[in-house]
């Protein structure tokens, strides 16, 4: 069997960067959206494109309060 002295290693970091992660307070982060979003659609109006995007856009607009 071939042992990869690396692995342990590997393992070892991605636990270290998991427990940074979770130490960082979340204060820190920005609520998101802090303004209006701008979408754009590459579709003519009252295409198929077009109604999607606004249905998104309307669902969007919903969960995040805007």
């Known amino acids: ?30 609520g998101y959206p802090a303004r209006a979003i701008r979408m754009l659609v590459g579709t003519s109006a009252g295409g198929g494109g077009d109604v999607i995007g606004r249905i998104i856009a309307q669902g969007l607009t919903q969960h995040w309060g805007q």
């Open 1 to 30: 069997m071939l042992r990869v002295p690396r692995a342990k290693s590997y393992w070892k970091w991605c636990g270290v960067a998991c427990l940074i992660v979770q130490l960082v307070p979340d204060g820190w982060a920005q």
